[in-house]
């Protein structure tokens, strides 16, 4: 069963607005040694740090073996390395080695300079708080304890 969630026309108006920045950021090209996949795998292990690749899928929504895939890929370009589990013996984590942190570092630097160019003739004081703003929702997005109901 659905729950009624009433949102306003200003929340439905930012939904769709981040929404589009969202698809169009994804639209942007990459170029590196991995796909945009890989590239959020990269990502989410950055932000975690050392982590068992379940907990990973856990946090990307992803199926323990499409990150398991991704991570087969990223192991073998020398972008993450497999470490024992100190705490389980059964198990192993993964994290970046220096390569991935600096393809990761270069991926990002693409995505930076577009966004700079594309907000360039923006007022700084804009800029400054389109940063912090966006900074705040995605940890408060990260911290929301609301779950994903599919129709």
């Known amino acids: ?3 009624a969630n009433f949102c306003t026309r200003d929340d439905d108006e ?9 698809l169009r950021l994804r ?3 990459i170029s590196g040694p991995v796909d945009k996949a890989a590239l959020a795998v990269l990502h989410e292990t950055h932000r975690l740090g050392a982590v068992r690749p379940s907990d990973l899928a856990a ?3 992803l199926d323990l073996s499409t990150v398991s895939r991704h991570l087969r890929v990223l192991e073998a370009r ?3 390395t497999r470490t024992p589990d100190p705490h389980d013996a059964r198990a192993h984590t993964i994290g970046l080695t220096d390569a991935g942190g600096e393809v990761l570092a270069h991926l990002l630097d693409q995505r930076a ?6 907000i360039a ?4 004081e ?3 708080t389109l940063r912090r703003l966006v900074r705040r929702l995605a940890d408060d997005l990260n911290d929301c304890p609301h779950e994903t109901t599919e129709l």
């Open 1 to 3: 069963m659905l729950q």
């Open 14 to 22: 930012l939904a769709v607005a981040l929404y589009a920045v969202v």
């Open 27 to 29: 639209r942007l090209p």
């Open 59 to 61: 946090q990307m929504h």
């Open 78 to 80: 020398g972008l993450i």
């Open 113 to 118: 300079v577009a966004i700079r160019d594309a």
């Open 121 to 124: 003739h923006w007022p700084d």
């Open 126 to 128: 804009d800029r400054h």
